[in-house]
Structures are given as structure tokens and as C-alpha cells.
């Protein structure tokens, strides 16, 4: 029950503030790349292709999810957390979620 009620005020957070429709678009047209290619490693493995290739392949995917990944979590950064803690000191607040964008690209690297 605890957890539904924090799913609830997250839900509410976020019912606040939207996602551009062109940003939308842009994260589903690369979700549908992954999948394209995530459908081709298939067609690889029942082709029995060599297994390096589809191992190349799989690491191309995992990069791209990763991508789309980090894309998601500084939009999530840059825009909902921005809207929940307001824009006082908005200049001082962009310096501090770039930094925290910096710094989490190179720890999911």
C-alpha cells in the first residue's frame, strides 16, 4: 500500500509538467531503430550467422539503449526536476544539472 501512494504523488509530479511532442517523437523514433535492429541480431541467429558479428551487433544495441537511456534521464533532469524545484536561480541551477548530466555520463560509460 505504501508503495502506490508513492507511485501516486510521483504520478501527481508529473502530471504537472510536459514532455514536447517533437521530443516524444524523437526518443520513439530511436526506440523503433533499436528495435529494427534488435529484430535483425534475430534474423542473424536463426540464420546461424557468425557469432562475432552477432556479438558486435548486440554490443551496437546495448550502446544505443544506453543512449536512449541517458537521453531520457537528462531530459528528466532538465525538465521535470526543473519544473518541481522552480526557476529561482535559474542560472545556478542549469551549472549544477549540467554538472550532474557530466557526471552522469561518464559514470554510465
Not at 66 to 94: F, M, W
Amino acid at each position: 500500500m505504501g508503495s502506490n501512494i508513492k507511485e501516486s504523488k510521483h504520478d501527481n509530479i508529473h502530471s504537472n509538467h510536459k514532455h514536447s511532442d517533437e521530443d516524444y517523437k524523437k526518443l520513439i523514433n530511436r526506440m523503433s531503430r533499436i528495435i529494427g535492429h534488435a529484430n535483425s541480431v534475430k534474423t542473424m541467429m536463426e540464420e546461424h550467422r557468425d557469432c562475432t558479428e552477432i556479438l558486435i551487433q548486440i554490443s551496437a544495441i546495448k550502446a544505443a539503449l544506453n543512449n536512449l537511456g541517458k537521453k531520457i534521464l537528462e531530459d528528466h533532469i532538465n525538465k521535470c526536476i526543473v519544473d518541481v524545484v522552480g526557476e529561482e536561480q535559474l542560472e545556478e541551477k542549469q551549472k549544477l544539472l549540467q554538472d550532474l548530466n557530466d557526471a552522469i555520463d561518464k559514470f554510465v560509460r
